[in-house]
């Protein structure tokens, strides 16, 4: 790679204090992600995925260590709006319609009304919501409102998106259907994205770099780069290439948790 | 007797034909009837025993002679109402609103006035606040200034109390949301926390809307000009004119559900997004 | 010692305001009556001067903190030491009238609002005839027709503790049932479901889930309950020609224009409205710790 890494962590720590002591939910962390690069983030429940993605988002600050996003720290990086992120529910707001909650970033930065309207056309059309501009979230179905919640954080054209565990309250056959949305979507646009997720063979299919995690101290045991193609039918996880992916995915997660107990 | 027995009978068919209804599937209009035939099942049923056990009017009048006072006394009745509702009542409930929302917000931005004023403000809420009214009195005279004053102080709190818990009202992940977007204090407030807030500022204000009748009524027993409703029912039982007192508390009935129903409807409008109100 | 200073903190400082804005009131309100006996007597007032009268004033038009102080402690704690604590001068023989109103109101209001809530969640009839004249009952300002209720009990021979009980009782009973019907619905479709699995007669099933489970909402509501009932004797008070009770004082201080008996008596209000209020939060953190639904 010739380029500067898009989001770059040297020796990342970041310490809770709780009433129990100190909660080490990230220690030394090291990670270069590259322009284009869609990385998954698997690892059991506590090992600090979800926070090292807020510290990406400067939602969380850490305790020591570095972390640059764009060659610049979190917070520079949040305030010239660098990423898009979507929660692991659609937190859509009741009081609008999908249009409503796509330009309410837009309003926030202030795009004028022309841009706004072009942008959420745009966007629906790209997460396949078109012409459901004035409903109410609420008379979607969840997949639905998911999508809308990724056609929000797609509608300022940063050119990060992460995304926290965005389908994981979702059944199994609405999140195949988005997995290969959200690839599309990744063909199309050229995004970086970040994805935190529990499930390893949604991580194997979207990622070309799979990122292990392990819990106390949240840590990164394994990081693997994925020789799958980039163009993925859903077929692609039959063949052997795949599934050798995901036992190694695996036995990282069990390594990690043998030296836990 | 024939009316007592008359009484009985309305009570049955009345309750029987509810029983009936309430078990079909639940409709709008099965919704309506019922309390609607319940109501007047009551009301006749006053109207019967009070004929059939010669009760005296001094004591409880029946509802054909409240409604016949009513008929003829249009004029006092309206002048007590414009007294007590549209200058005393309704001019506090404003201002008295107004004012604990503006404050709400202004201590929202201090959380050091927030977790001081909360606690305050919700013990103040369970004070018997209506015995403040005859200092009000003293302070701003008989006229409707003083019981404008009065409803002030009443809903001042509930309103401030619920006013700032529905500011508080978002969870962690929309507030992240917009920290995502680097949106500033203002911002976040407008577009996120003044609409979440309002299911929480609509039942402060529905509160409000008795709190505020009751002090404008009440207010008057401690002094007010030979007009208003709190006026004129604690002169007429005086009389024992209780055909009046009652036409008044129709009166009141009828303003204190329109108010509370109005604002109900504005709820409705403004916050049809809520579960509550989906329905 | 720190979580402590950040609870308790802004609370005391909140509280210190009130009493800066109460003296500086008391100032503010009580100096041109100050300042215009000085000038029929001729003389000057220096400032402390001023301070000095209008704190002392015999008929403030707003006395100050230490005043009414005072007043309470001659009405009942000097009452007590002489012997005399339930003569007709004493806040503490007021206090024990609207109390027994206050309580014999409560206790009538909670057993209707279970009654009614539990005939409301048991029979459909019920919920669709009475719920929606529950809820229209209170936006009738009952307060309002208090002196007709007093006045027609009277006349019937029902005099005394009763009538104002009564109309404690009615404004009452709306927050006990409004809780009560929320709180035995409480229960969700699947431990419902399950109670149906055991065949549970429905006496078991509101014995053993539905009543427990409606334990929070019970005490929310009864301590509105209370509020609501001291609020309703003192104004039951008012018409009964001022004989007894904290509203009576209210009421002769207001036609004498006493202000100081005025304030004493609302601060006792205030004071014994917090006290059972307080009450009934100790109760629910006792059963409710014992019940297992708080830590």
Not at chain 3, 249 to 256: C, E, K, N
């Amino acid at each position: 790679m010739t380029s500067e890494p898009v989001i770059s962590a040297k020796n990342l720590s970041l310490t809770f204090q709780t009433n129990d002591g100190p909660v080490h939910a990230l220690k030394d962390v090291n990670l270069d992600i590259e322009k284009g690069d869609f990385v998954s983030f698997i690892g059991p429940s506590g090992c600090g995925k979800t926070t090292l993605l807020r510290v990406m988002a400067d939602l969380e600050k850490p305790t020591a260590g570095e972390i640059t996003v764009n060659g610049v720290s979190p917070e520079e990086a949040r305030k010239a709006r660098a990423y898009g992120y979507v929660f692991q529910h659609a937190g859509l707001y009741p009081w609008r319609t999908i249009g409503g909650n796509i330009r309410l970033p837009l309003e926030i930065m202030g795009v004028s009304k022309a841009e706004q309207d072009a942008a959420v056309k745009e966007v629906l059309e790209l997460v396949h919501l078109d012409g459901f501009e004035r409903k109410f979230p609420w008379q979607l179905s969840g997949g639905m409102q998911q999508r809308a919640s990724i056609a929000r954080a797609l509608a300022f054209h940063a050119d990060i998106l992460l995304m926290d565990e965005p389908f994981g309250a979702l059944d199994e056959i609405v999140r195949d259907h988005l997995n290969e949305q959200v690839l599309e979507l990744w063909a199309r646009t050229n995004k970086t994205i970040g994805f935190v997720t529990h499930s390893i063979p949604e991580a194997v299919y979207l990622s070309t770099k799979i990122v292990v995690m392990s819990p106390r101290p949240g840590r990164i045991t394994d990081v693997i780069d994925s020789p799958l193609p980039k163009e993925r039918p859903l077929e692609i996880r039959d063949t052997p290439e795949f599934i050798e992916i995901a036992h190694r995915v695996r036995d990282g997660l069990r390594a990690g948790h043998e030296d836990d107990a | 007797m024939i009316w007592v027995i008359a009484g009985l009978a309305i009570w049955a068919i009345g309750w029987w034909s509810n029983v009936l209804l309430s078990r079909r599937p639940k409709t709008r209009a099965t919704g309506l009837a019922v309390p609607a035939i319940f109501g007047i099942t009551l009301i006749l049923i006053w109207e019967c025993m009070v004929r059939g056990l010669e009760i005296s009017p001094v004591l409880l009048p029946p509802p054909s002679m409240i409604a016949a006072r009513f008929g003829v006394s249009t004029g006092i009745l309206w002048e007590d109402f414009v007294q007590t509702v549209i200058k005393g009542a309704l001019s506090g409930y404003i201002l008295g609103c107004g004012a604990a929302f503006l404050i709400a917000v202004l201590i929202d931005r201090f959380p050091f006035l927030q977790r001081g004023l909360l606690p305050v403000g919700n013990f103040v809420a369970a004070l018997p606040i209506i015995g403040m009214a005859p200092i009000l009195v003293m302070w701003f005279g008989f006229d409707w200034q003083s019981k404008a004053a009065v409803v002030v102080v009443m809903v001042f709190f509930p309103m401030l109390v619920n006013t700032v818990q529905g500011l508080q009202a978002t969870d962690h992940m929309q507030r992240d949301l917009m920290r995502t977007y680097a949106a500033s204090y203002g911002q976040t407030l407008l577009k996120l926390r003044l609409p979440a807030a309002m299911p929480f500022i609509f039942n402060g204000l529905k509160i409000a809307t008795t709190l505020a009748l009751i002090g404008a009524i009440v207010a008057e027993f401690f002094g007010s000009p030979i007009k208003g409703m709190g006026f004129r029912i604690s002169t007429s039982v005086g009389q024992l004119a209780l055909d009046l007192v009652w036409a008044e508390i129709v009166v009141a009935a009828v303003v204190g559900s329109a108010f509370y129903g109005g604002v109900a409807l504005l709820e409705k409008a403004v916050t049809f997004w809520h579960p509550s109100q989906r329905g | 010692m720190a979580g402590l200073w950040h609870r308790l903190g802004p609370i005391v400082t909140v509280v210190i305001a009130i009493f800066v804005l109460w003296y500086a009131g008391t100032l503010a309100l009580n100096a041109p009556w100050a300042q215009d006996k000085a000038k029929r007597a001729g003389v000057e007032l220096s400032f402390s001067e001023l301070v000095a009268d209008t704190m002392s004033q015999k008929k403030p038009k707003l006395p100050a903190p230490h005043q009414v102080g005072q007043e309470i402690w001659k009405t009942t704690g000097e009452m007590v030491v002489k012997g005399r604590a339930f003569s007709k001068r004493s806040l503490l023989f007021h206090s024990t009238v609207t109390l027994s109103s206050t309580l014999l109101g409560f206790a009538l209001g909670t057993a209707l609002g279970i009654a009614l809530a539990v005939g409301i969640v048991y029979n459909r009839t019920m919920d669709m005839s009475v719920m929606p004249w529950v809820i229209a009952s209170q936006t009738i300002p009952i307060l309002a027709i208090a002196p007709m209720i007093i006045v027609v009990l009277n006349a019937v021979g029902i005099s005394g503790l009763l009538p104002k009980a009564v109309i404690s009782m009615y404004l009452s009973f709306f927050p006990v049932v409004v809780g009560m019907v929320k709180g035995l619905r409480s229960p969700d479709h699947m431990q419902l479901d399950q109670m149906k699995t055991w065949n549970a007669t429905s006496g078991q099933e509101f014995w053993k889930l539905r009543l427990p489970s409606s334990m929070p909402y019970l005490f929310t509501s009864l301590k509105i309950a209370m509020a609501a009932s001291l609020v309703g004797a003192i104004v039951g008070e008012l018409p009964t020609g001022a004989v007894a009770g904290l509203g009576a004082r209210l009421l002769a201080g207001s036609y004498y224009g006493q202000t100081i008996q005025i304030w004493s008596a609302l601060i006792t209000a205030a004071a014994l409205a917090a006290a059972l209020v307080g009450l009934i939060g100790l109760m629910q953190t006792v059963v409710l710790k014992r019940m297992g639904m708080v830590r």
